[in-house]
């Protein structure tokens, strides 16, 4: 980040517009992960991470550092690994949450003995990343519940040297994720309706799991910023688009809620006729959202009609009217609708169906064992030109690492 000296008042003025950009942003996820950009910028921290409860432990959910991230080719993101803790005094950020106090070290490395949490090097020693300054604050909503904890490292001077967080910086985070945490009161309230909608579908289809519209929405997110990164779109613009595509693809499936549950629920590959009767579920998910009213409505009409489409045009279900079924164009040879090809797929459709397949060629199912990794990349190198955009392969393949470790965060639950 380029540092310059601000005034107060132009510091402030800066958190009131970052907050009205933040209050836009509809998925807790990608929320979390501009307020730790947006915070660091206000404090200039070179790094910091941000925690989310989960019951009486914190887990990481994104973690960003500069210095590490230009070592890194350009479009690339530092690919962190998942873990989580108790919420106790033992470390910084469990001691923050558990008595929902600031905490403000000048250097970790030299924490008085007398306090009870200490700082775990080990990030250090793997990353070859020095930590110093650490200023870490609870996400706390007005009720006094906990939501997670917001953690700035390395505060850096004029001349992008290390130095502390002094009391401005504590007033400035303090007022930042006091109202960052409102805007993730209402981001939560739309991940429940969200929720709700895929439970209803896990009720009824046993592989609709959380976990893996977790992993779908999160690949495709990823691979879309690497996408829109080699397309060189405007970073509003990627920003807006990523959030509804977030929210979006973890509806592709919810159509299967319309589907017989003696297709739906059997415990072996289907028949030709149920497989085409199973066909039908993207079709009847877009007819969720035939009124369009908001972005979400638009993109998530599309990610559920689309996301079997194929790139060579021999995808499902093709050019049919979404509210009847009815063919609108046939095939002259097969009398089946012909299928979108190639850009007449949206690009939500495009990259949920790489995200889609990736995750069911890794996964168990009741018919297959899950594919090796190798086995998986090589399948999809494979179908590149020919089921999928090959510009969105190649995005896929340019963020594996971040993949990865997103596959790893959202294991499936025996």
């Known amino acids: 980040m380029a540092y310059v000296k601000q005034t107060r008042e132009q510091i402030l003025s800066g958190i009131i517009e970052t907050e009205s950009s933040i209050n836009k942003i509809q998925d807790v996820d990608v929320l979390m992960e501009l307020i730790l950009t947006e915070a660091r910028k206000v404090v200039h921290a070179d790094a910091g991470s941000i925690y989310v409860r989960d019951g009486d432990r914190l887990a990481i959910h994104y973690a960003q550092n500069d210095t590490l991230q230009r070592q ?45 949490y200490k700082f775990g090097r080990q990030s250090d020693a793997v990353s070859g990343y020095r930590t110093v300054s650490n200023l870490t604050i609870p996400l706390m909503t007005s009720g006094g519940n906990i939501l997670g904890v917001l953690q700035v490292l390395n505060a850096l001077d004029e001349n992008d040297q290390v130095t502390y967080f002094d ?22 309230l739309t991940r429940s309706m969200v929720l709700r909608m895929i439970r209803m579908a896990e009720m009824r289809d046993p592989k609709e799991t959380g976990p893996h519209v977790n992993r779908v929405s999160s690949y495709a997110v990823e691979i879309y910023d690497r996408w829109a ?24 499936d919810v159509g299967k809620v319309a ?27 877009a007819k969720l959202f035939n009124e369009i009213e908001s972005p979400i409505d638009r993109i998530a009409r599309e990610v559920a009609l689309t996301h079997h489409e194929n790139w060579d045009g021999k995808g499902y279900p093709g050019k049919v009217n979404v509210e009847t079924g009815e063919t609108e164009e046939a095939d002259p040879e097969t009398g089946k609708p012909v299928g979108l090809r190639e850009r007449e797929i949206p690009i939500s459709g495009r990259i949920v169906a790489l995200a889609d397949v990736y995750d ?17 990349l090589a399948e999809i190198k494979k179908m590149r030109g020919q089921k999928f955009d090959p510009e969105v392969v190649d995005a896929f393949f340019e963020i594996l690492p971040s993949i990865q470790s997103i596959r790893d965060r959202f294991p499936d639950v025996d």
């Open 72 to 116: 890194l080719p350009p479009g690339q993101k530092v690919v962190y690994s998942y873990f989580s803790f108790p919420i106790n005094e033992k470390t910084i950020a469990g001691y923050s949450a558990l008595t929902k106090q600031l905490v403000n070290e000048k250097d970790v490395y030299e924490i008085s003995p007398d306090k009870s």
């Open 167 to 188: 009391h401005d910086d504590e007033l400035y985070i303090s007022h930042f994720a006091a109202n960052a945490t409102v805007a993730l009161e209402h981001a939560h």
């Open 229 to 252: 990164f080699n397309h060189q779109i405007d970073e509003n613009e990627s920003r807006k688009y990523r959030d509804t595509l977030k929210i979006a693809s973890m509806l592709h």
């Open 259 to 285: 589907i017989s549950d003696l297709i739906l629920k059997k415990p072996a590959r289907f028949t030709e006729e149920e497989y085409l009767v199973m066909q039908g579920h993207t079709r009847l998910g």
């Open 360 to 376: 069911a060629l890794s996964c168990r199912r009741v018919y297959k064992d899950p594919w090796t990794e190798e086995d998986v």
